[in-house]
Nanobody, 119 residues
């Protein structure tokens, strides 16, 4: 199982970016997918998470600006980031809690994608 994230980059404050993450491999089911981020010198924190066919949850710092969405048929999670602020600068990691065929449920991480917001 692999998670491949894409869509990061450099953007000015107030701008937008869209992140994508695809889970691939022999996957039986996905319980939830989400996004975390880690800024330099800080701990990794939850940005947004979404249970399959459930409601999303967001960190307070991104509510009203970020939107998480999933395409369950494609095992893909998106993060639409609007009104970006300098403090959103971080490496963003996608995350999935899933069950591969023949294996136990586990948590998987993507490789991280850099988001840099210039002020």
């Amino acid at each position: 199982v692999q998670l491949q994230a894409s869509g990061g980059g450099l953007v000015q404050a107030g701008g937008s970016l869209r992140l994508s993450c695809v889970a691939s491999g022999n996957i039986f089911s996905i319980n939830h997918m989400g996004w975390y981020r880690q800024a330099p010198g800080k701990q990794r924190e939850l940005v947004a998470d979404m249970v399959t066919y459930g409601s999303p949850k967001y960190a307070d710092s991104v509510k009203g600006r970020f939107t998480i969405a999933r395409d369950n048929a494609k095992n893909t999670v998106y993060l639409q980031m609007n009104s970006l602020k300098h403090e959103d600068t971080a490496v963003y990691y996608c995350n999935a809690d899933l069950i591969p065929f023949g294996f136990r449920e586990g948590v998987y991480w993507g490789q991280g994608t850099q988001v840099t917001v210039s002020s």
